[in-house]
């Protein structure tokens, strides 16, 4: 395995996901599998849905043509493809939270089951089970993330980005095949999804997308010269997403409202009331994930006590915006 299977797999998945996403967009319209305009939804007009399958079958046409599958591999193909039929029967019909729920740990369970699993923690019960909440608490910060068109496929891309070329620099070309399939997945979508949308990925390729990522993180090596930048490296380039599910939860907990009920309540909704317009939103939110994505990349590169510093700078930066975005003031319907 080279370095220009993973530019391959890029662009395989970039064409196909370009290509098969109208194609997506005319069975969602012969289906009526429309995402509907209603009170709490921004768009005017029915919405083809059916994105986030285009986006999935171009990340196995990368991989099929560039990567031999080894068992973690399978585990989180086998979790994703889980999560995408939960998704798309989510997206006809509606699911109660608990079901959602118990399709996450399903696909979580298979994923460990197959070797997906952090290293850090020695006691194979403890590992099992870290490696469960983090891969369920990040295919939901995905799916919380899918509130503004781009925003999800975006942010995931620019991960994807990172995770393959921080894995590039490690000389794991598997891993950077992985990672840059889902990257050019999600960008041959993008076309189609950005502001002004055309096509929703729907919550069968935002739980996807999530789940998927999150696998990349546990199964790749970030090393630094200490463990604490170690870890912190893949919770940096999937940031934004942390950031943005931290925030609503916090805000939510504060105002004695239901976490798990929805509402406009985002940062990116928060940037709207600051007077940003919806491309302005979703570039600045791209520009964070950036920003994060290469201080992550920072960390890996920088000798002792400089990784840390850049650890801190980031996060106070980061909690900063935080505290900015917080003041903001929802008026919630």
């Known amino acids: 395995m080279t370095n220009i299977d993973a530019a391959q797999a890029f662009f395989i998945a970039i064409i196909f996901s370009y290509l098969a996403t109208p194609f997506m967009a005319y069975i969602a319209k012969k289906l009526d599998f429309l995402d509907h305009p209603a009170r709490k939804k921004a768009h005017a007009h029915s919405t083809p849905l059916l994105g986030g399958i285009a986006v999935y079958f171009a990340f196995i046409a990368a991989l099929y ?100 070329a921080l894995a590039l ?8 095949v992985v990672s840059f399939a889902i990257a050019g997945s999600c960008f041959g979508f993008l076309k189609h999804n950005f502001p002004r949308a055309n096509i929703f990925m729907g919550d069968a390729g935002s739980l996807f997308l999530g789940f998927i990522l999150a696998s990349i993180a546990v199964i790749g090596s970030w090393k630094t010269t200490s463990v604490t930048t170690s870890l912190a490296v893949p919770i940096f380039i999937l940031g934004y997403p942390i950031f943005d599910t931290t925030l609503v939860t916090f805000k939510r907990l504060q105002e004695g409202r239901p976490i798990s009920k929805g509402g406009g309540d985002h940062s990116s909704h928060r940037l709207a009331i600051l007077g940003f317009k919806k491309r302005r939103a979703v570039l600045a939110l791209y520009a964070v994930s950036c920003a994060l994505g290469l201080a992550a990349f920072g960390m890996t590169r ?24 917080g003041m903001v003031r929802i008026k919630y319907k």
Do not use: C, E, H
């Not at 620099?169 to 950077?176: P, S, W």
């Not at 930066?317 to 975005?325: D, K, T, V």
């Open 302 to 325: 920088a000798g002792a006590y400089f990784d840390m510093a850049i650890m801190i700078i980031s996060f106070m930066a980061m909690l900063a915006f935080g505290i900015r975005l």
């Open 169 to 176: 620099t490690r000389g794991d070309a598997a891993l950077a």
């Open 65 to 164: 043509f560039t990567v031999s599958f080894n068992d973690p591999l399978k585990g989180a193909l086998i979790g994703g493809s889980v999560l995408v039929i939960a998704g798309v029967v989510d997206d006809k019909y509606g699911m109660m939270p608990n079901v959602k729920l118990l399709a996450q740990l399903i696909a979580a369970l298979a994923a460990v089951k197959m070797g997906v699993r952090v290293s850090f923690i020695k006691i194979p019960f403890l590992s099992a089970a870290f490696t469960v909440v983090w891969l369920v608490g990040m295919t939901n910060a995905f799916n919380l993330l899918d509130n503004l068109n781009g925003l999800s496929a975006g942010i995931a891309g620019i991960s994807g980005l990172f995770f393959g």
